[in-house]
């Protein structure tokens, strides 16, 4: 992979920078509304996961310059919509220009992370797998609160795979 796989992936609003959350992370060079749209990412389409993607559908995961630096947050400034090949990022709330991160709840991006991790924004700290793990696990306030901004696919995989083997090869991600 190299750099003129994601000459596609042009935003002027978007930004790198260091990550109060983790590392670097990504910002707008903007003050964004609440609501408003961030910026749209394109990309590579993978048909499995890695720790660098998003999932915009059963086995299509978008990857991308910008991508790579969205952080996890429980309770993030953003959430993903999917628009075709690419993917939308919307304002959940104020962002302010260079200083609010732009995160997102990777529990609403993803059925099941390639790699699951510690979130850093929590104490103690939540394990983020992906949304089918919290379908498993939890019917809690956090999982209803954040159902809204769960990808469609996710929701829609999730009551298919209510009944099934989880652990059966055809896994639905
Ligand atoms: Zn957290």
Do not use: W
């Not at 394109?42 to 086995?59: A, D, F, M, V, Y």
């Not at 797998?129 to 954040?146: M, N, V």
């Amino acid at each position: 992979m190299n750099v003129d796989d994601y000459a596609s992936d042009t935003n002027s609003c978007l930004v790198v920078a260091p990550s109060k959350v983790n590392g670097l992370g990504l910002f707008s060079r903007e003050e964004i509304s609440k609501g408003h749209i961030v910026g749209r990412c394109n990309g590579l389409i993978l048909s499995t996961p890695n720790k660098r993607t998003i999932q915009i559908e059963r086995r299509r995961h978008i990857t991308s310059h910008y991508i790579d630096f969205i952080n996890h947050q429980c309770r993030p400034t953003t959430c993903v919509r999917v628009e075709g090949n690419s993917i939308a990022l919307y304002a959940i709330e104020y962002i302010s220009a260079r200083n609010d991160e732009i995160t997102i709840d990777y529990n609403c991006s993803e059925y099941s992370l390639a790699e699951s991790f510690f979130c850093r924004c929590c104490r103690p700290q939540n394990h983020i797998c992906g949304y089918s793990h919290l379908i498993e696990t939890s019917q809690t306030d956090y999982l209803r609160r954040i159902e809204q901004f769960a990808l469609p696919h996710l929701l829609e995989l999730g009551i298919n795979a209510k009944g099934v083997d989880r652990h059966s090869a055809d896994r639905p991600y």
